[in-house]
């Protein structure tokens, strides 16, 4: 989104910030800065709610690509908010599924590829039965700059077994449709 041009009804002041925040190069202090002054404008009623909303989104994404120590200190964890997202639809899940023959853990987990760096976000929930099947959700964010998607997987054994590996991405848009695929997927393996 490197366009301005694409947000509406934003005042000509709220425009010329967006222009710095995406265009200009600034310290960590200077970015510090830059979230207190819009916090302050937002509190004395300067910035309407879409305005501070967009002014913020925008910061933030900024910040994680620049100096991510920060980012965690003014937005908190990069994956937070899917962590909370994946725990909320595993809780849901449960409802309806029994999880205690689990062999992989009922948890949100921390996938491999963001431990070593290849991947922004890859923060997941997954499923193993006694026959070695596993089906995962999992969101992904291939680097800072770029979309979180959603990623199922079916598979028996390892990723190696490359026969039985069933992936399917979805836009983040798909969010319900994806749900409905695990879902599907999990009701196919869970040890009954």
């Known amino acids: 989104m490197n366009n301005v041009d ?43 709610d879409y305005e ?48 205690s023959n689990n062999n992989v853990g009922s948890h949100v987990k921390t996938g491999g590829s963001m431990i070593n760096g290849t991947k922004y976000i890859d923060v997941y929930i997954s499923y193993k ?6 089906c995962s959700f999992a969101f992904v964010q291939d680097q800072a700059n770029t979309n979180l998607y959603i990623m199922t997987r079916k598979y028996q054994g390892g990723m190696m077994n490359k026969e039985s590996v069933s992936e399917i991405i979805y836009e983040i848009e798909d969010l319900d449709k994806a749900k409905l695929g695990f879902i599907e997927n999990l009701e196919a393996i ?3």
């Open 52 to 99: 501070f909303e967009i002014l913020i989104q925008e910061l933030e994404k900024r910040v994680r690509i620049t100096q991510p120590r920060l980012s965690k200190i003014l937005f908190g964890p990069k994956d937070d908010k899917v962590r909370t997202s994946l725990s909320k639809f595993l809780d849901e899940l449960k409802t309806t599924f029994d999880f």
């Open 129 to 134: 039965n006694k026959d070695k099947w596993h």
């Open 190 to 192: 869970i040890d009954k």
């Open 6 to 48: 694409e947000y509406k009804n934003v005042s000509v002041n709220v425009v010329r910030i967006l222009n710095l925040i995406k265009n200009k190069d600034y310290t960590k202090k200077e970015l510090h800065t830059f979230f207190e002054n819009i916090n302050n404008e937002y509190s004395k009623g300067k910035v309407t």
